[in-house]
């Protein structure tokens, strides 16, 4: 079945700093890739869809793109804000109809 | 737009109990989903349903039963609490059927088991 995997627990840095979260999956067929956020006391939210079509997606700052060749996809952001203090999810609709499977998903944490 | 709203927000339940989660999405989306949440576990699909009445297992599907008698509504029942459980069940809908759908969530219901 589909996998997939995000290593990072949980990331801290300052304001201004360059975030980089890194994703890897597992399909059998061409997947749509998606990034979630979940802010506290909320359930998560679509942030960024990519697919094999377009590579890349950007949306309030960030941008995710998608490596066929080594089946990873990323989620980056030039400069974070502390508001972007959030859990962020990797998901991958493959092929699992009707199924997305989500990484354990990594913990921003945005000090001031 | 739209809204998802879960009930209850929190829920303390004894060991073995049987526990009841309800969903309600005014989206007039044709597709609900359960999922739990889990610390450093990521998102895992319970149940799904894309239709009135239609039931699909996800892959964390036993000791769970779900319902969904109107398109509206989706509910989730815990058939046997067991104790120190504690997560978070996400409910959540999408416009059509396909998984490339985008979801929308609910804010969650947070269980614990004492």
């Known amino acids: 079945g589909d996998s997939v995997t995000q290593k990072q627990g949980q990331v801290t840095l300052s304001e201004d700093d360059f975030l980089f979260i890194n994703c890897t999956y597992s399909?059998?067929?061409?997947?749509?890739l998606f990034w979630y956020v979940q802010y506290p006391g909320q359930g998560p939210q679509l942030l960024l869809k990519?697919?094999?079509?377009?590579n890349k997606g950007i949306s309030r700052g960030f941008e995710a793109t998608y490596d066929k060749g080594t089946t990873s996809f990323h989620l980056q952001k030039a400069s974070v804000q502390e508001s972007d203090s959030a859990v962020y999810f990797c998901?991958?609709?493959?092929?699992?109809?009707?199924?997305?499977?989500f990484g354990k998903g990594t913990v921003l944490l945005v000090s001031p | 737009g739209g809204i998802i709203t879960q009930t209850p927000k929190f829920l303390i339940g004894q060991e073995g109990q049987k526990l009841t989660l309800k969903c309600q999405q005014n989206?007039?989306?044709?597709?609900m989903y359960w999922y739990r949440q889990d610390s450093g576990k990521g998102l895992r699909l319970i149940y799904y349903s894309i239709t009135e009445n239609d039931l699909q297992k996800g892959d964390l599907s036993e000791g769970y039963d779900a319902s969904r008698e109107k398109k509206s509504s989706f509910s989730l029942t815990v058939t046997s609490a067991q104790k120190n459980e504690m997560a978070v069940f996400l409910c959540?809908?999408?416009?059509?059927?396909?998984?490339?759908?985008?979801?929308?969530f609910g804010h969650g219901t947070k269980l614990s088991v004492l």
């Open positions: 399909t059998t067929t061409y997947p749509t």
């Open positions: 990519v697919t094999t079509a377009n």
């Open positions: 998901a991958l609709e493959g092929s699992g109809y009707n199924k997305l499977t």
């Open positions: 989206f007039n989306h044709d597709t």
């Open positions: 959540a809908s999408s416009i059509g059927t396909g998984g490339n759908e985008r979801l929308f």
